[in-house]
């Protein structure tokens, strides 16, 4: 875990080409099914990427949010108000309140990016005024 200070939280489009990789790659996933694996629903790439824009004791860093439930907000919200206003909402909850009230990363790696960090996921936890236990 870790709590960094929240510079910024990016919106960034994705690229045409790139929603159709990702598409691409579930479907070859897809594709290799076998009798343990039940049918999956179809996949909706998501048209965004989330960032953070944050610093730690070393440095300043940039990093992809790799929650699923980033992603699932987003079309949540864009199928009940907008895709305007789910993103309107969405940088003011995760870019300013949570990191006001207290926001964690779930840190981690992944094969495909062995020496990068990534931020796994979120964890909304207040902060708290009690001191350290020694």
Same mark, same amino acid.
């Given at each position: 875990?870790?709590?960094?200070?929240?510079?910024?939280?990016?919106?960034?489009?994705?690229?045409?080409?790139?929603?159709?990789?990702?598409?691409?790659?579930?479907?070859?996933?897809?594709?290799?099914?076998?009798? /343990?694996? &039940?049918?999956?629903?179809? +996949?909706?790439?998501?048209?965004? !990427?989330?960032?953070? %824009?944050? *610093?730690?004791? @070393?440095?300043?860093?940039?990093?992809?949010?790799?929650?699923?439930?980033?992603?699932?907000? /987003?079309? &949540?919200?864009?199928?009940? +108000?907008?895709?305007?206003?789910? !993103?309107?909402?969405? %940088?003011? *909850?995760?870019? @300013?309140?949570?990191?006001?009230?207290?926001?964690?990363?779930?840190?981690?790696?992944?094969?495909?990016?062995?020496?990068?960090?990534?931020?796994?996921?979120?964890?909304? !936890?207040?902060?708290?005024?009690? *001191?350290?236990?020694?």
């Amino acid at each position: 875990m870790l709590e960094p200070e929240i510079i910024e939280f990016v919106v960034q489009k994705k690229p045409d080409d790139e929603l159709r990789a990702d598409q691409s790659r579930f479907e070859q996933m897809r594709a290799q099914q076998d009798m /343990f694996t &039940k049918a999956q629903t179809p +996949y909706k790439p998501c048209p965004y !990427l989330f960032k953070y %824009r944050y *610093r730690t004791a @070393d440095g300043e860093r940039f990093g992809t949010c790799q929650d699923w439930e980033i992603e699932a907000t /987003f079309f &949540k919200w864009s199928s009940q +108000y907008g895709e305007t206003r789910a !993103l309107d909402d969405m %940088r003011r *909850r995760f870019g @300013d309140e949570f990191p006001k009230k207290g926001l964690l990363f779930a840190m981690g790696t992944h094969s495909r990016y062995p020496d990068q960090w990534l931020i796994n996921g979120l964890i909304r !936890l207040d902060r708290s005024d009690q *001191r350290e236990l020694l």
